[in-house]
């Protein structure tokens, strides 16, 4: 009876290494799925650490490109004044008009026959 009940435990044995073994390769491949999301996160937040850098520098380039402008439009300390620039446009839209019109005066607009 001992032999039976010695060849069942080793049955029971071997269902067990086999059982811890199929454990030891779930746990190496949760490991290994586990490092690869750590990779893939790491990545990521490189990634978007390189995108924040590169929207700041954006803003920063900008900002300083509207100050520019706004300098040059007469809208910050030191430019030309928005409203002298608008006069000066205005003003040589009306003469470019006043002059076609005194040049279309003088000029016959078709010859006459005799």
């Not at 779930?26 to 290994?32: I, P, Q, V, W």
């Not at 790491?42 to 520019?68: H, P, V, Y």
Request: net charge neutral; charged share 25%.
């Amino acid at each position: 009876m001992s032999s039976s009940r010695d060849r069942v435990e080793d049955t029971y044995e071997l269902q067990n290494d086999q059982r811890l073994e199929d454990l030891h390769s779930k746990l190496r491949t949760l490991r290994g799925v586990t490092s690869d999301i750590y990779d893939d996160v790491e990545r990521q937040n490189s990634a978007l650490d390189n995108a924040r850098d590169a929207f700041s520098s954006f803003g920063s380039s900008l900002a300083q490109s509207s100050r520019r402008a706004s300098q040059a439009f007469g809208l910050g300390p030191g430019g030309v004044k928005q409203w002298r620039t608008i006069g000066y446009c205005i003003g040589a839209i009306l003469a470019f008009w006043i002059l076609w019109k005194v040049l279309f005066w003088f000029w016959p607009s078709s010859p006459t026959s005799p």
